[in-house]
């Protein structure tokens, strides 16, 4: 397992952009997942990434608008997040394991390392 610091969250309004962080020592090793937690609502994988980066899955609702990257050389998963809508306030999580060599996962129950969260809150 690797310990995961996630950073980038905040207040944006409507249309506006973040970019969020999942950082940890070793994270080139890993295969990584974005899931967010909304209010009244169950936890949801967002995207993923194999550990080099060569295969990468969105969910439908945020395809165009969400890219998910990776910096290998500084062991840094980045979340971009562009035209941000309402519905994407929840509090975001990053997770790893060291998943099949180009294969990502978005199962929660397929990851062990799991970082403390951010608060993405998106208003009108």
């Known amino acids: 397992q690797v310990q995961l610091v996630e950073s980038g969250g905040g207040l944006v309004q409507a249309g506006g952009s973040l970019r969020l962080s999942c950082a940890s020592s070793?994270?080139?090793?890993?295969?990584v997942g974005w899931f967010r937690h909304a209010p009244g609502k169950a936890r949801a994988g967002v995207s993923c990434?194999?550990?080099?980066?060569?295969?990468?899955t969105y969910l439908d609702s945020v395809k165009g608008r969400f890219t998910n990257a990776r910096d290998n050389a500084k062991n840094t998963v980045y979340l971009q997040m562009n035209s941000l809508k309402p519905d994407d306030t929840a509090v975001y999580y990053c997770?790893?394991?060291?998943?099949?060599?180009?294969?990502?996962?978005?199962?929660?129950?397929?990851?062990?390392?799991w970082g403390q969260g951010t608060q993405v809150t998106v208003s009108l």
């Open positions: 997770a790893a394991a060291p998943l099949p060599r180009g294969t990502c996962s978005n199962w929660e129950d397929d990851y062990g390392s």
């Open positions: 070793g994270l080139s090793r890993y295969g």
């Open positions: 990434i194999s550990s080099s980066g060569s295969s990468t």
